[in-house]
T-cell receptor, first 115, second 112 residues
Framework: KAGVTQTPRYLIKTRGQQVTLSCSPISGHRSVSWYQQTPGQGLQFLFEYFSETQRNKGNFPGRFSGRQFSNSRSEMNVSTLELGDSALYLC??????????????FGSGTRLTVV | DAKTTQPPSMDCAEGRAANLPCNHSTISGNEYVYWYRQIHSQGPQYIIHGLKNNETNEMASLIITEDRKSSTLILPHATLRDTAVYYCIVRVHTGTASKLTFGTGTRLQVTL
């Protein structure tokens, strides 16, 4: 079965621009989480969506936002890009069922470079 | 989620067992131990998880001490492809807890 698909794989943007990243979860998975990975801060949780609703949020500024569609596909948006937003952005999907052990399957990520 | 402590790096000869320790002395009764690994420039990959019993799957074994304050991930016959950063994560799986808190992990280098 197909894995988690993230597009695009690589992206170069300039400061002040905005960017939208896309994630298609594994078929049947209803939860999509987003993570940012940088050399300095490591892997940090951004937010999680389940059934089109944000269920959990990390400590990131409001410039970082996301949404989930009825088919469980998710997008995250970063507005007014800063150099420090350069990172690998990872998406993880899971069944998302409360009360069960949920394994997370990660995509290969989108590498964003802000110049 | 409880904090975990892992050595920053380890080496292992190919074909030998790699034993990666993790300390989680503040773990509470409903928290599971998860292991993920991340091969360079890829997304993290789930390896195994456990609550209090030892677990084994096709990738690895997980040994959890009786007091649950520490655990060891065992790769029985390490290969060069097992070179990666290994993350030990402790978290609840019930309720709405839905995030993984990654520490700095252990960088495992498998050598010939």
């Amino acid at each position: 079965k197909a894995g988690v698909t993230q597009t695009p794989r690589y992206l170069i943007k300039t400061r002040g621009q905005q960017v939208t990243l896309s994630c298609s979860p594994i078929s049947g998975h209803r939860s999509v989480s987003w993570y940012q990975q940088t050399p300095g801060q490591g892997l940090q949780f951004l937010f999680e969506y389940f059934s089109e609703t944000q269920r959990n949020k990390g400590n990131f500024p409001g410039r970082f936002s996301g949404r989930q569609f009825s088919n469980s596909r998710s997008e995250m948006n970063v507005s007014t890009l800063e150099l420090g937003d350069s990172a690998l952005y990872l998406c993880a999907s899971s069944l998302g069922v409360v009360g069960t052990v949920n394994g997370y399957t990660f995509g290969s990520g989108t590498r964003l470079t802000v110049v | 989620d409880a904090k975990t402590t892992q050595p920053p790096s380890m080496d292992c000869a190919e074909g030998r067992a790699a034993n990666l320790p993790c300390n989680h002395s503040t773990i509470s009764g409903n928290e599971y131990v998860y292991w993920y690994r991340q091969i360079h420039s890829q997304g993290p990959q789930y390896i195994i998880h456990g609550l209090k019993n030892n677990e084994t799957n096709e990738m690895a074994s997980l040994i959890i001490t009786e007091d649950r304050k520490s655990s060891t991930l065992i790769l029985p016959h390490a290969t060069l492809r097992d070179t990666a950063v290994y993350y030990c994560i402790v978290r609840v799986h019930t309720g709405t807890a839905s995030k993984l808190t990654f520490g700095t992990g252990t960088r495992l280098q498998v050598t010939l």
